[in-house]
């Protein structure tokens, strides 16, 4: 999708992203959205997408690092428990509790019956987060190795990205029918009423990221809430200078040009 095309739907986008954050400081709602998918997919893309416009106070990012050691002694939800929204908030998990049916059964981090016991308890989970009044919504991004594959090499010639290539995105190369099965099994188990995944073509990041936002929009209740009026008078004076006592700020940066 071209860069223009994409910029002017996702500025149509923007403004009902900020309409549901008005509505859901409104109405007190609270809204979890989970990103899983293959590395390279686009999760880190597709929720700046959501979160560009809206508050950070209100919305937020979860991206969990490796348990610790402590935290590999408790129950295995109990981390993320502590990350869930309170009323008004919508919280973006990069990653979630589906990291135990993924990426730590692939690389045999979990053992198969920690994965086992986990499939078997999140349906369960998350009919407590809903049934608690919780919107939940969860997404697979989807992209095949060839895009895969391009992403990852990109990340590794740019400067500014190589931060997100770790060694365990290299393993998952060797590995991408190993995680096509972890996905069908997880799919089965937990694909439910009342948590259902959606799955999402981000083959094209642009058109995976208009596409996940427009279905986040849809299922979401009436989200109208005109915002609050303000009176904003003329300020009734000539605009007032900054000023300076003992410091004083430093000179503006100006570029330095080759001779």
Sequence with gaps: MKRKAYEEALEALELE??????????????????FEGRDAAGKGGAISAVRHVLNPRQCRVVALPTPSEREQGQ????????????????????????????????MGYAKPEQVDAFLAQVPTFEQ?????????????LSCD?????????????DPLKRWKLSPV???????YTAYTEAREAMLVATHTPH???????????RRGRLTLIRNLLDRLP??????????????GHKPAHE???????????KPKHDD
Aim: charged letters at 30%.
């Design 17 to 34: 992203l900020v309409a549901m954050a008005r509505w859901a400081a409104a109405s007190g709602a609270r809204i979890v959205v989970l």
């Design 75 to 106: 129950w295995y939800f109990q981390r993320y428990v502590e990350h869930l929204p309170t009323k008004g908030e919508i919280v973006l998990f990069d990653r979630s509790w589906y990291n135990r049916a993924g990426v730590e059964l692939v």
């Design 128 to 140: 407590l987060l809903v049934g608690d009044g919780i919107l939940l919504f969860k997404y697979w």
């Design 145 to 157: 190795q060839d895009q895969q594959e391009e992403r990852l090499a990109e990340r590794l010639d």
């Design 169 to 175: 995105d290299l393993a998952a190369r060797d590995k």
């Design 195 to 205: 948590a259902p995944w959606t799955l999402v073509d981000f083959n094209d990041q």
């Design 222 to 235: 009436d989200t109208r809430c005109d915002p609050v009026e303000l009176d904003f008078k003329p300020l």
């Design 243 to 253: 000023e300076f006592g003992v410091l004083k700020p430093i000179a503006p940066y």
